[in-house]
């Protein structure tokens, strides 16, 4: 079998990539925005409890199983999580405490890293920009290898 040649820039972004995946580098600054936790009206540990959210989350990692981020599917004894996108302490009304909509799927390794900067009283307001450059670099990697 012959070896594929990719054009350089292809190989810089899987190289970037997979850096990022393996956590041994991180997205500029710019694309991600921790905030630390604040104390609201609903305590996250009861929402998460709550029978309506673990249906939602259940929802979720069967409508999409693999990890936004780096597309790990499942385990066979353990699911995915399902991250709030809105963190449930900004939600004082509960309005989308157990909306779908507010859920992204991520392996556990990508739900602590990304979407809470490795403490998990943080948040990445910013998730799903981070998901869509991700996905836009997945992309420019398929369109340079055809």
């Given at each position: 079998m012959e070896a594929k040649e990719y054009p350089l820039i292809t190989?810089?972004?899987?190289?970037?990539?997979?850096?990022?995946?393996?956590?041994?580098?991180?997205?500029?600054?710019?694309?991600?925005d921790f905030?630390?936790?604040?104390?609201?009206?609903?305590?996250?540990?009861?929402a998460h409890n709550r029978s309506d959210v673990r249906r939602a989350k259940r929802t979720q990692t069967d409508m999409e199983p693999y990890c936004a981020i780096c597309?790990?599917?499942p385990s066979k004894i353990r699911r995915n999580d399902a991250h709030h996108t809105l963190p449930?302490?900004?939600?004082?009304?509960?309005l989308y405490v157990a909306d779908?909509?507010?859920l992204e799927?991520?392996?556990r390794s990508c739900h602590?890293?990304?979407g809470h900067a490795g403490n998990w009283s943080r948040y990445n307001v910013n998730l799903i920009?981070?998901?869509?450059?991700?996905d836009e670099a997945r992309e420019r990697i398929e369109r340079n290898t055809r």
């Open positions: 190989c810089h972004l899987l190289a970037a990539l997979a850096l990022v995946l393996l956590g041994c580098a991180s997205l500029p600054s710019e694309h991600y905030v630390e936790g604040r104390q609201g009206a609903v305590s996250a540990s009861s597309g790990k599917p449930v302490s900004y939600d004082p009304l509960e779908v909509d507010n799927t991520l392996c602590f890293r990304w920009e981070c998901i869509d450059k991700v």
